[in-house]
């Protein structure tokens, strides 16, 4: 039996590093850094489940580039693939390269980047871009510097920063940055080949990356559809995607189709390490003029300056971030409550079987409610100097620093303290279990 097991692990291991060797061309950045040319993109995806399962197919048929956003919706299940994958032995960390983006409404947020790796449950991101050229830049490139100093993020990049009106943008990343972007990521395809943008980039030794590199769902199929590139595709017995992405591949271009069928996953990643059906696939130089004479610098998502100028002031958040956001008002509110005594709404909110530390003991919820109706304990004041909510299932803890005012005994006094509390749901309502206080030294 154990004979067997040591035999299949075996075989395992040899699949597992027969994908990693077939992930397709690596390139190297400016920078120095390696990353894979040909990777798998989750915008537009419906679930964190679905984006989980379509990664983890991704991963195990040997891709090693994956790309997803805040504004996506789905770090989490791409988090979980990496960590499934990785758990059952495809690959080391390492080994993987994952690129995220921060939304405009979160440049100025100093703890963008700690909340994007809880998302991901990953401690470091590859590849982190701004994801369009609009709200407060210059703060969100300082935290971003930061974060790759701290070890949070490998490399810097640049995201939607060739679009008209956002010049200035570009050229004050490159000019007045510490640590330069090496990516610009923008859409390109053979109808938007994007030849002056990419000069330009290959102007600061920056590699251009492609979204919608089929040309997205608002192309209708045209690249698809497409004479030469369906001609091409007859002469090579592959299909027209495939064409389309190893023209990308031979261009030098980084690419990441998004798919969440297995069967166009498998098909994408074929196109990409030069092999279909078992066969060497690669584009002749024919071909490849052909495809760049079909440029017409026709892009499909065609959003102005000015309209992105609207997605600063547009909030990101998942359901798992809403509900943590929501659950850290409930405790602010809690506090006014206290404040207020406000035992009627305090009431509602303690759980049953409620417990209170505090420095002079602890006590249950009957016990807390009339110490505060009372006034025997008065909390005048929480001054809230940072909190976070985690959220599990049904229980969540809330963990704050603050400086409390209170009058105990007729006599006020104001300690600094760390606040923990724990809150159980029942039906839609969030019942506070325990509150413990614990003094700062």
Same mark, same amino acid.
């Given at each position: 039996?154990?004979?067997?097991?040591?035999?299949?692990?075996?075989?395992?291991?040899?699949?597992?590093?027969? $994908?990693?060797?077939?992930?397709?061309?690596?390139?190297?950045?400016?920078?120095?850094?390696?990353?894979?040319?040909?990777?798998?993109?989750?915008?537009?995806?419906?679930?964190?489940?679905?984006?989980?399962?379509?990664?983890?197919? $991704?991963?195990?048929?040997?891709?090693?580039?994956?790309?997803?956003?805040? /504004?996506?919706?789905?770090?989490?299940?791409?988090?979980?693939?990496?960590?499934?994958?990785?758990?059952?032995?495809?690959?080391?960390?390492?080994?993987?390269?994952?690129?995220?983006?921060?939304?405009?409404?979160?440049?100025?947020?100093?703890?963008?980047?700690?909340?994007?790796?809880?998302?991901?449950?990953?401690?470091?991101?590859?590849?982190?871009?701004?994801?369009?050229?609009?709200?407060?830049?210059?703060?969100?490139?300082?935290?971003?510097?930061?974060?790759?100093?701290?070890?949070?993020?490998? !490399?810097?990049?640049? %995201?939607?920063?060739?679009?008209?009106?956002?010049?200035? @943008?570009?050229?004050?990343?490159?000019? %007045?940055?510490?640590?330069?972007?090496?990516?610009?990521? =923008?859409?390109?395809?053979?109808?938007?080949?994007?030849?002056?943008?990419?000069?330009?980039?290959?102007?600061?030794? =920056?590699?251009?990356?492609?979204?919608?590199?089929?040309?997205?769902?608002?192309?209708?199929?045209?690249?698809?559809?497409?004479?030469?590139?369906?001609?091409?595709?007859?002469?090579?017995?592959?299909?027209?995607?495939?064409?389309?992405?190893? @023209?990308?591949?031979?261009?030098?271009?980084?690419?990441?189709?998004?798919?969440?069928?297995?069967?166009?996953?498998?098909?994408?990643?074929?196109?990409?390490?030069?092999?279909?059906?078992?066969?060497?696939?690669?584009?002749?130089?024919?071909?490849?003029?052909?495809?760049?004479?079909?440029?017409?610098?026709?892009?499909?998502?065609?959003?102005?300056?000015?309209?992105?100028?609207?997605?600063?002031?547009?909030?990101?958040?998942?359901?798992?971030?809403?509900?943590?956001?929501?659950?850290?008002?409930? %405790?602010?509110?809690?506090?006014?409550?206290?404040?207020?005594?406000?035992?009627?709404?305090?009431?509602?909110?303690?759980?049953?079987? /409620?417990?209170?530390?505090?420095?002079?003991?602890? @006590?249950?919820? !009957? $016990?807390?409610?009339?110490?505060?109706?009372?006034?025997?304990?008065?909390?005048?004041?929480?001054?809230?100097?940072?909190?976070?909510?985690?959220?599990?299932?049904?229980?969540?803890?809330?963990?704050?620093?603050?400086?409390?005012?209170?009058?105990?005994?007729?006599?006020?006094?104001?300690?600094?303290?760390?606040?923990?509390?724990?809150?159980?749901?029942?039906?839609?309502?969030?019942?506070?279990?325990?509150?413990?206080?614990?003094?700062?030294?």
């Amino acid at each position: 039996m154990k004979t067997m097991k040591k035999i299949i692990m075996t075989m395992v291991g040899c699949i597992w590093m027969m $994908a990693a060797y077939a992930q397709g061309p690596m390139v190297r950045l400016s920078n120095g850094v390696e990353m894979p040319q040909f990777g798998i993109g989750t915008f537009a995806v419906p679930s964190n489940e679905v984006c989980k399962e379509a990664v983890l197919t $991704a991963l195990r048929a040997g891709y090693r580039h994956i790309d997803t956003a805040h /504004a996506y919706m789905d770090e989490r299940g791409v988090g979980d693939a990496v960590n499934e994958f990785i758990a059952e032995g495809g690959c080391k960390r390492e080994d993987i390269w994952v690129t995220s983006k921060i939304w405009p409404s979160e440049y100025s947020d100093p703890t963008a980047i700690d909340r994007m790796l809880r998302r991901l449950n990953l401690d470091y991101v590859d590849l982190v871009y701004p994801h369009q050229p609009v709200g407060d830049i210059k703060t969100a490139w300082h935290n971003l510097e930061l974060a790759v100093k701290q070890g949070k993020v490998r !490399t810097l990049g640049l %995201s939607n920063f060739e679009v008209p009106g956002a010049e200035k @943008w570009f050229q004050w990343c490159m000019d %007045s940055t510490e640590i330069k972007p090496v990516i610009i990521q =923008m859409e390109c395809h053979p109808y938007a080949q994007r030849i002056e943008k990419r000069k330009l980039a290959k102007k600061y030794g =920056m590699k251009v990356e492609c979204w919608f590199p089929l040309g997205g769902a608002m192309s209708q199929g045209a690249l698809l559809k497409d004479p030469v590139i369906v001609k091409i595709a007859k002469a090579h017995n592959v299909s027209p995607a495939q064409v389309i992405l190893r @023209w990308e591949i031979q261009e030098g271009l980084l690419t990441i189709p998004g798919a969440t069928n297995p069967d166009y996953i498998h098909e994408n990643i074929a196109a990409a390490q030069g092999e279909v059906g078992g066969k060497p696939f690669a584009l002749t130089a024919k071909d490849m003029k052909q495809i760049r004479k079909l440029n017409k610098e026709q892009r499909f998502f065609n959003a102005t300056y000015e309209q992105a100028k609207g997605f600063a002031k547009m909030s990101v958040m998942d359901a798992q971030e809403r509900a943590e956001a929501e659950l850290t008002a409930l %405790s602010a509110k809690k506090w006014e409550w206290m404040t207020e005594k406000n035992v009627t709404e305090l009431a509602r909110l303690f759980h049953k079987d /409620a417990m209170f530390v505090h420095m002079g003991g602890a @006590w249950g919820r !009957t $016990a807390e409610l009339m110490t505060i109706e009372k006034g025997s304990i008065w909390y005048k004041h929480a001054d809230i100097h940072s909190v976070e909510s985690r959220i599990s299932g049904n229980t969540a803890v809330v963990y704050s620093e603050l400086q409390l005012t209170s009058e105990v005994g007729g006599h006020e006094v104001s300690f600094p303290f760390f606040v923990c509390e724990v809150y159980i749901k029942e039906g839609e309502a969030w019942k506070l279990l325990t509150l413990a206080f614990t003094k700062k030294s």
